[in-house]
């Protein structure tokens, strides 16, 4: 049986920041895929349907959050917030969007590394089909005697 490498697309504007992510994420036998704005970000997601999305809010075409919206209404694929942006308030609002998790620039690879794995094993986890259970039904006539064995 051959497994699909896993597919990780990182939305993300700033180029050095795409390579660091990339190289680290590859280091680890996972396929990555980029995109630098929200739009291209939409129709990777659609076409390439990734494992796993890690996002930026800022991108120059539009905020992040519109972005996760817009994904939520189609996928429940696992997104990792990557912003610069701190506040409490942006956190809340990224995680109440649909983002599975946040972390705030600057990070550490190590960190980010294993919230990626964590979000894929959830999401494996999630999409496990769990084992139909029946039980059957015995009837009886209200007017008999119920006997417990």
Do not use: C
């Amino acid at each position: 049986m051959t497994t699909s490498p896993t597919n990780i697309l990182i939305v993300e504007d700033e180029k050095e920041i795409r390579r660091f992510v990339r190289t680290a994420l590859e280091s680890e036998g996972l396929r990555v895929f980029e995109s630098e704005t929200l739009q291209r970000g939409l129709i990777e997601a659609g076409t390439r349907k990734p494992d796993l999305i890690i996002l930026d809010l800022g991108l120059p075409d539009g905020d992040g959050l519109d972005y996760i919206r817009d994904l939520r209404q189609w996928s429940a694929m696992p997104v990792i917030v990557l912003s610069a942006r701190h506040a409490e308030e942006d956190k809340i609002a990224a995680l109440d969007a649909g983002a599975d998790d946040y972390l705030s620039k600057p990070f550490g690879i190590g960190e980010l590394l294993a919230r990626v794995r964590v979000a894929l094993r959830r999401h494996a986890n999630s999409q496990q089909e769990s084992p139909l259970v029946s039980f059957s039904r015995y009837h009886r006539r209200s007017d008999q005697p119920q006997r417990l064995a």
